[in-house]
Nanobody, 128 residues
Framework: QVQLAESGGGLVQAGGSLRLSCAAS????????MGWFRQAPGKEREFVAA????????YYPDSVKGRFTISRDDAKNTMYLQMSSLKPEDSAVYYC?????????????????????WGQGTQVTVSS
């Protein structure tokens, strides 16, 4: 059974940092795309970051570019999201996701519906 489990969320002051982890089990994801999405109350789920298989490419929206860094350790079947300079508007439930097969179109990385596997989410709250 494939499972993704996020950890590392919590409460942090504005300007602070957090590192989220996503541990995968049940299969290896070394060639799969993996990504982070977030959802705040009353808002739609939004793309936060993605990384291709073998860490060849990374993708970020402008809202987090320069502040968040996605990485993966395929030996540990784990993905990370290092978040710095956090803002109150970064508060949300953060979800990790993985694709069943590799993505070959950049647009797929930004699209939640293209991911097959999802974690349960971890809450990040940034206080002002």
């Amino acid at each position: 059974q494939v499972q993704l489990a996020e950890s590392g969320g919590g409460l942090v002051q504005a300007g602070g940092s957090l590192r989220l982890s996503c541990a995968a089990s049940g299969r290896t994801f070394s060639t799969s795309a993996m990504g982070w999405f977030r959802q705040a109350p009353g808002k739609e789920r939004e793309f936060v970051a993605a990384i291709s298989g073998s860490s060849i490419n990374t993708y970020y929206p402008d809202s987090v570019k320069g502040r968040f860094t996605i990485s993966r350790d395929d030996a540990k079947n784990t993905m990370y999201l290092q978040m710095s300079s956090l803002k109150p508007e970064d508060s949300a439930v953060y979800y990790c996701a993985a694709s069943h097969t590799p993505f070959y179109r950049s647009g797929d990385f930004f699209t939640s519906g293209r991911y097959t596997y999802w974690g349960q989410g971890t809450q990040v709250t940034v206080s002002s």
